[in-house]
């Protein structure tokens, strides 16, 4: 397995885009194979077939770019023209999670895959973890990927799955639901609602919920589930907006807390934001769990790095990374003509229960 790292055009790791061989007299400096993609209305991987001879290419489409190569005056390096042979097993990776947690478990995940694979990773990061602009993915797709594996929130963003798209790349995204693509993950309704209910089982009837970030369909199911619980039994519920970080399980913790009658037991959507309630507890001198019963999800290493351990939903986000990148490996390595795959697989949840949570002392 081979790592490279995108985290700003200037280091992109683009052999294809980039001009490396000397620039003949009256050649344009400068030009890439994105230059020469929108000229010719196609995808920088049309361009990437055409230049290495794919018979798949319909024969209009490879006489438009190669006299586009020819009126832009673009040739590409013999090197970038080697690993976009290969692209089949050289997939990118775009990320921009707030969680550092399920990050660590993620990366972890596609790392072992893709090295029982021999595959190679292109790691794509937005500056300051934000969402990669329109020309980093553009540059990404441009050093020969072959299939792209997308992580929350990214995974559901319409904006870079279109990019992908028109690129004509495979997709896998992990933790969402998205029509179009390969998806990966649990049954967070279901496993909201086994918690929910796991608390009622415990005998707290004021009970709280922090909500993850709105973009995200998981926060939404999770949301679901534990309201779909709480109505059953009959219990009270109040609901603080977070967006799966730690700062915002802080402010969601101390606003549910401040309520006029605040809840005996706070479940929250992600351990970073749980992690924070505790902090916000134990700032206000309370115990928990004997005071506040505190409970998360996905069983990160935040669940078990802090006092007391927390009890939380066990999302196997590790083999939720490996499930997806075998998936799209699968999907890269399929016939050329058919049309995307959009398998859903769902894998199994677990509640941990820990030194958390507890019986109502009120």
Request: aromatic share 4%; hydrophobic share 45%.
């Amino acid at each position: 397995m081979q790592v490279g790292s995108l985290e700003a055009p200037s280091a992109v790791d683009d052999a294809e885009a980039r001009i490396d061989v000397p620039q003949p007299r009256g050649r344009r400096r400068g030009v890439t194979i994105i230059h020469v993609a929108k000229q010719a209305g196609v995808s920088p991987m049309t361009v990437s077939r055409v230049i290495n001879g794919d018979p798949g290419v319909r024969e209009e489409t490879r006489v438009l770019v190669n006299a586009t190569i020819r009126e832009l005056n673009y040739t590409p390096n013999l090197s970038a023209r080697s690993l976009v042979t290969s692209r089949e097993l050289r997939i990118g990776v775009i990320y921009a999670n707030p969680s550092a947690a399920f990050m660590s478990g993620f990366l972890a995940g596609v790392f072992e895959e893709a090295s029982a694979r021999a595959a190679q990773l292109i790691l794509l990061k937005g500056k300051q973890g934000g969402v990669p602009t329109h020309e980093e993915i553009e540059q990404l797709i441009a050093s020969g990927i072959g299939g792209v594996i997308l992580t929350p929130p990214l995974g559901e963003s319409d904006a870079v799955r279109q990019i992908l798209r028109d690129a004509g790349l495979p997709l896998a995204v992990v933790a969402g639901r998205v029509a179009d693509a390969i998806s990966v993950g649990i049954d967070d309704r279901r496993a909201a609602h086994d918690m929910t209910r796991h608390l009622i089982a415990l005998g707290h009837r004021r009970l709280g919920f922090i909500v993850g970030n709105p973009d995200q369909t998981a926060s939404a199911e999770r949301l679901a589930g534990f309201s779909e619980a709480a109505r059953e039994a009959g219990v009270e519920t109040c609901v603080a907006q977070g967006d799966f970080s730690y700062a915002s399980g802080l402010v969601a913790g101390e606003r549910l807390l401040d309520a006029a009658a605040p809840p005996s037991a706070i479940f929250a959507s992600n351990d970073d934001m749980a992690a924070a309630v505790v902090s916000v507890a134990h700032r206000r001198h309370l115990d928990v769990p004997r005071d506040l019963t505190v409970a998360g999800m996905d069983d990160s290493i935040a669940a078990t790095t802090l006092w007391p351990p927390l009890t939380t939903i066990r999302q196997p986000v590790q083999e939720l990374a490996g499930e997806a990148l075998r998936l799209l490996i699968d999907e890269m390595r399929a016939a050329q003509g058919k049309g995307p795959r959009c398998v859903a697989r769902v894998l199994d949840h677990m509640l941990v229960e820990r030194e958390s949570t507890a019986p109502p002392m009120r």
